[in-house]
C-alpha cells in the first residue's frame, strides 16, 4: 500500500474516468496528488475524495492546450509539495468523423487537447523533474487507436498516434540525456467512462457492439488503466522508458 510513498504527482483530466481513477489510486498508494482539469467543480470533488481517505491532494485549474495553465498547475504543485515525480498526462477528448466528414477546426480541437496538451506536460513536467535532479516518470495516455487505425477516427487516431511517438521522443532525449526521467505511453482499449458512454448515448446496443471489440468479453474499468500507470510510475519500472503499455481486453491481439 506504499508503492509511491513519499512521490508526488500531477494528473491532467482528473475530475472523471480514467484521471480520477489514477488520482484517487496513486493517493491510497502514498503519493501526494496534483490534480488537474477544467471542470473545477469535479476537481475539487475528487480532491475532497482523496482527503476523505487520507490522503494529500490539490487542485489546480488546468486547460490542457494553454502553456500558462501549465506552468502555473506546476507553480502551484512545487509550492505545495516541494518537488514533481510523476506527471500523468491524461486528458483528452473523443471525435468521431471520417478524412472527408472532419472539419478542419475539428481537427485542430482535437489535436490542440490530445497531441498539443501532452507536449506541454511532458516538456514542464521534465523541467519540473531536473529541478530535484533524481529522476522521475512521465505517463502519457495514448490509446488502442494510437496502434491502429478506424475509418472514423481520423483527428483521434492522428492525436493519439502522435502521442506515441512523441513519447518515445522525450524518453530518449531523457535517457540520453542521463536525466533518470523515464517516458512511457498507455493505450487503453474501450474503458466505461463518460467520455465512452457519451459515445453510445448509453444505448444498450451500441454498448454491446464496444464490447464485441474485445476478446475478454467486456469493456474495461478506469481502475484496470490506473493500476498500469502506478506501476509505470513506480520505481518497480525503472528499466521500462519509450515503451508501450496496452490494456486492451485483447482488442489489438486480433
Not at 55 to 83: C, H, P, S, Y
Not at 101 to 109: I, K, L, M, N
Not at 185 to 194: F, L
Request: hydrophobic share 45%.
Amino acid at each position: 500500500m506504499a508503492r509511491v510513498a513519499g512521490k508526488v504527482a500531477i494528473v491532467s483530466g482528473a475530475a472523471s474516468g480514467i484521471g480520477k481513477a489514477t488520482a484517487m489510486l496513486l493517493a491510497r498508494e502514498g503519493a501526494s496528488v496534483a490534480v488537474g482539469d477544467v471542470k473545477e467543480e469535479d476537481g475539487r470533488k475528487t480532491v475532497a475524495d482523496i482527503e476523505a481517505a487520507g490522503g494529500k491532494a490539490l487542485f489546480v485549474k488546468l486547460d490542457v492546450r494553454m502553456e500558462n495553465d501549465w506552468k502555473a498547475a506546476i507553480d502551484a504543485t512545487l509550492a505545495q509539495f516541494g518537488r514533481l515525480d510523476i506527471a500523468v498526462n491524461n486528458a483528452g477528448i473523443a471525435y468521431s468523423g471520417t478524412v472527408e466528414s472532419t472539419s478542419y477546426a475539428d481537427w485542430q480541437r482535437v489535436q490542440a487537447i490530445n497531441l498539443d496538451g501532452v507536449f506541454l506536460g511532458t516538456k514542464y513536467a521534465i523541467e519540473a523533474m531536473r529541478k530535484h535532479g533524481d529522476g522521475g516518470s512521465v505517463i502519457n495516455l495514448s490509446s488502442i487507436e494510437g496502434l491502429v487505425g478506424d475509418p472514423t477516427l481520423a483527428a483521434y487516431n492522428a492525436s493519439k498516434g502522435g502521442v506515441r511517438l512523441f513519447t518515445k521522443s522525450a524518453a530518449l532525449h531523457c535517457a540520453k540525456s542521463g536525466y533518470g526521467i523515464r517516458v512511457n505511453s498507455v493505450h487503453p482499449g474501450y474503458i466505461w467512462t463518460p467520455m465512452v458512454a457519451g459515445l453510445t448515448n448509453e444505448e444498450s446496443a451500441a454498448r454491446q457492439k464496444l464490447v464485441d471489440l474485445h476478446p475478454i468479453g467486456h469493456l474495461g474499468e478506469p481502475d484496470d488503466i490506473a493500476y498500469g500507470i502506478l506501476y509505470l510510475a513506480s520505481d518497480e519500472s525503472k528499466f521500462v522508458t519509450g515503451s508501450e503499455l496496452v490494456i486492451d481486453g485483447g482488442y489489438t491481439a486480433q
